[in-house]
C-alpha cells in the first residue's frame, strides 16, 4: 500500500508586506534623522524645505532598496532563495519599475526647493544606481554606500536655505564613515566566518569628530558619546565576543545606531529638539521586529 505523502503548500506573503521588505522600510527612521541633522547642522530655515527633503528622501530611500533587489536577482537566486524575487513573491520586472518611480519622485519633489538642491538630488541618485549596479563586484562598494548618506546631509541643509558649508560637511563625512564600516560588516553577513576588526575605526569616526569639536568636553556632548560608544559596542559583541558571530544582528543594531550618529551630530547645532532622535532610534528598533533592516 502506497503511503500518504502530505504537501505542505507554503503560501507567498501579503502584497504589502513583499513591498515593505523590499522597501527596507524598518531603516527609514534613519533617513529621517539624517534630513533632521543635515537641516539643523545648516542653520534650520526654511520648515517647507524640511518637509520636501523628508519626502525626497524617503522615495529616494525606497527606490534604492528596490533597485538593489532587482540588480541583485541573480544573486539572490543563488544565494538567498527567500528574497521577494527569487521566492517568486512579486515579479522582477515590477520591482525594477518601482523602483525607478520611486527615484524619479524622489527628485521631482525637491524641485521646488532650489537648484542646488536639486544638483545634490541629482547626485545622491547617480550614486544610489552606481552602487546598487556595482556592490557584488567593486571592493570599495561600502565608500559608495557612505557617500549616499553624506549627500543626504548636503541635501537637507540647502534645502532649508544654508550654504554648504564645513559645519554640515565635517559631520556628513563623519556618518558617511560610519556607514561605510557598517557596509563593510554587512559584506560578511551571508558567510560563516567572523566579519573582520579593521571597519570597527570607520564606525568611530563620528566620535572622533565629537572630541576634537569639543575640546573642552561639555556635559550633553559626553553623555551622548557615552550613549553612541555604548551601542556601537554592544552591537558589535554580537559578531566578535560570541561563540556564533551575529552579524545580522551587528548590522541590524548598527543601522538603527545611525540615529544616535545623527543625534551627536545635531547637538551641535540644537538643543531643543534632540529629543527626536532617540524616538526615531526606537522606531528603527521597533519596526527591525516586523521588517528585516537587511
Known amino acids: 500500500m502506497a503511503s500518504d505523502v502530505t504537501l505542505e503548500i507554503v503560501k507567498p506573503p501579503p502584497k504589502w508586506r513583499t513591498l515593505l521588505i523590499l522597501g527596507r522600510v524598518s531603516n527609514l527612521p534613519t533617513v529621517w534623522s539624517n534630513c533632521l541633522a543635515g537641516w539643523w547642522l545648516g542653520g534650520g530655515g526654511r520648515k517647507a524645505g524640511l518637509a520636501f527633503v523628508l519626502a525626497a528622501a524617503t522615495c529616494l530611500y525606497i527606490g534604492g532598496m528596490f533597485l538593489n533587489d532587482a540588480f541583485d536577482a541573480s544573486f539572490d537566486r543563488h544565494h538567498r532563495k527567500l528574497r521577494p524575487i527569487p521566492s517568486a513573491a512579486i515579479d522582477e520586472h515590477e520591482v525594477w519599475r518601482w523602483g525607478g518611480i520611486w527615484l524619479a519622485l524622489g527628485i521631482v519633489t525637491l524641485m521646488w526647493t532650489s537648484w542646488t ?16 549596479a556595482s556592490h557584488k563586484a567593486i571592493s570599495f562598494a561600502p565608500v559608495l554606500m557612505g557617500v549616499c548618506r553624506f549627500w543626504v546631509y548636503l541635501i537637507a541643509a540647502t534645502a532649508g536655505g544654508a550654504a554648504v558649508t564645513g559645519q554640515v560637511i565635517w559631520p556628513a563625512l ?16 551571508t558567510g560563516a566566518a567572523r566579519p573582520p576588526v579593521w571597519p570597527v575605526a570607520l564606525l568611530a ?25 555604548g551601542w556601537t559596542i554592544w552591537s558589535l559583541a554580537q559578531s566578535f565576543w560570541r561563540e556564533y558571530a551575529r552579524i545580522g544582528v551587528t548590522i541590524s543594531r548598527l543601522l538603527a545606531g545611525i540615529a544616535l550618529v545623527d543625534l551627536l551630530a545635531a547637538s551641535q547645532a540644537e538643543r531643543a529638539g534632540l529629543w527626536v532622535f532617540p524616538l526615531l532610534f526606537a522606531a528603527a528598533l521597533f519596526l527591525q521586529r516586523f521588517i528585516p533592516a537587511t
Open 117 to 132: 538642491t536639486v544638483i545634490l538630488s541629482l547626485l545622491l541618485a547617480a550614486c544610489i544606481l552606481i552602487y546598487n
Open 174 to 189: 563623519a556618518l558617511a564613515a560610519y556607514v561605510a564600516g557598517l557596509s563593510c560588516l554587512a559584506r560578511k553577513e
Open 205 to 229: 569616526a563620528p566620535l572622533a569628530l565629537n572630541a576634537l569639536l569639543n575640546v573642552e568636553t561639555h556635559w550633553l556632548s559626553a553623555s551622548l558619546m557615552a550613549v553612541v560608544a
